[in-house]
């Protein structure tokens, strides 16, 4: 079940563009489909809305997910000096 969900995964590397909230559900239920745990992942867009990374930030249980703000800050620090 696992490598067919991860074979199914869109490819973040084929240029990717998220213009809106719809189009952000429908690229995060295909991530997350399947997944035993509650993840927190950010998606990192450029101006054109190109996704330029997709990163998990936390994992926990179905109410009690802490994401730690200064990993996504950092994060996206990086991602802008790559960019």
Known sequence: MEIARRVSLPDKRNGTYIKGTAEAAIYLRER?????DENFRVLFLNKLNRLLDDVLIAEGTVGNVHPPIRKIVA???QVMQVA
């Open 32 to 36: 997350l489909r399947g997944l035993p």
């Open 75 to 77: 994060k996206a620090l």
